[in-house]
């Protein structure tokens, strides 16, 4: 599980019709389980994404027996994704994480 920090004036993406629609773009479906949207899409066999506090939780399940073209293209979505909700492009997302690996906050 990851925890995706939201770059100020996102917040209103990780409200949940925000996010489904976000998801429904990127990835074509998104549905409601137990209160976390779920999606599939290339490799991702399950994609589960839900709001705490001013955060983004993302849970993912992968295929790893996918073709080279598919998990790209997955890889390609999934950042897409990530970026529109987000606001952070996948460098600046791997900077922070890095960041609070470094501070002992993870």
């Known amino acids: 599980m990851q925890e995706y920090d939201i770059r100020r004036g996102f917040q209103e993406n990780i409200e949940p019709d925000k996010l489904k629609a976000l998801m429904k773009e990127s990835f074509g479906n998104a549905e409601e389980k137990d209160g976390r949207l779920v999606s599939s899409f290339g490799a991702l066999k399950e994609l589960a994404a839900w709001p705490e ?14 073709a080279n073209d598919v ?5 390609r979505a999934y950042n897409s994704f990530l970026e529109k909700v987000t606001g952070y492009n996948s460098k600046e997302r791997g900077k922070r994480l890095q960041k609070k690996a470094k501070d002992g906050k993870l």
């Open 53 to 66: 506090k001013k955060a983004l939780r993302v849970e993912t399940k992968m295929d790893p027996t996918v």
């Open 71 to 75: 998990a790209q293209e997955t890889i």
